[in-house]
């Protein structure tokens, strides 16, 4: 099983700082997935990428496979940025996905 | 395409009743993942199907859960009897192809046992 480790916990900034949240995973795999949850409840998928870095507005996904770790990066932060964000990684050779405990992002006005 | 599409929204229901939850994958999506989230134990998978057949079960917690998936839009989970600590958010999530596709979930059932 894959073992899959977000930090920090918990973050608060000040709108407009520039966000990292951390991933690191213990099995090889051939896809990460970066969810954002909002306060409803509801789960979206912002990314997934197997290599190098995808960009979607704000948003920037990087992942490093050798090394087993991805990092999400928000820049020019917006209180509606304020979310749950879970990285979740396929468990070792199952489709299923593992995921990490989540990083409460709150972005303060 | 309307989404995953989960019902109930919500459940509340005593200790020892059986439960149903139901979920209704985007069309043409192949695999249907069921996922519990809890306070403690964050979101876990309990069980998946690839073009209706249940692949990995693993995850449902003890013989109280089943889950299946009749057709290829349809998809049920049971718990009997329900325990308190079933307690949870119960996510279905639908994808075409494997892991490394893009998973869609649904809004979720809020479940609570008294």
């Known amino acids: 099983k894959n073992e899959v480790e977000q930090s920090p916990q918990n973050l608060t900034a000040q709108e407009g700082e520039f966000i990292t949240i951390n991933c690191s995973y213990s099995v090889g795999i051939s896809a990460l997935h970066w969810l954002q949850q909002h306060p409803g409840g509801g789960i979206v998928s912002l990314f997934m990428?197997?290599?190098g870095k995808k960009k979607h507005g704000r948003l920037i996904a990087t992942i490093n496979i050798q090394e087993k770790h991805s990092s999400l990066h928000i820049t020019a932060s917006h209180p509606r940025d304020s979310a749950v964000y879970i990285c979740a990684a396929p468990g070792g050779g199952a489709d299923g996905l593992t995921f990490g405990k989540g990083t409460h992002l709150i972005i303060q006005p | 395409d309307a989404g995953v599409i989960q019902s109930p929204r919500h459940e509340v229901t005593e200790m020892g009743q059986e439960v149903t939850l139901r979920c209704k994958p985007i069309?043409?999506?192949?695999?249907l993942f069921w996922y519990r989230q809890t306070m403690m134990r964050g979101l876990e998978l309990l069980i998946y199907?690839?073009?209706?057949?249940?692949?990995?079960d693993s995850g449902m917690p003890e013989d109280r859960f089943s889950a299946k998936m009749p057709n290829a839009s349809f998809s049920t989970l049971k718990i009997q009897p329900s325990e308190p600590r079933d307690s949870a958010v119960y996510f279905c999530?639908?994808?075409?192809?494997?892991?490394?596709?893009?998973?869609?979930f649904g809004p979720g059932t809020r479940l609570l046992v008294l």
């Open positions: 990428l197997s290599s």
């Open positions: 999530a639908s994808s075409f192809g494997r892991a490394q596709e893009t998973q869609y």
């Open positions: 199907f690839n073009n209706n057949v249940p692949i990995d």
């Open positions: 069309s043409g999506h192949d695999y």
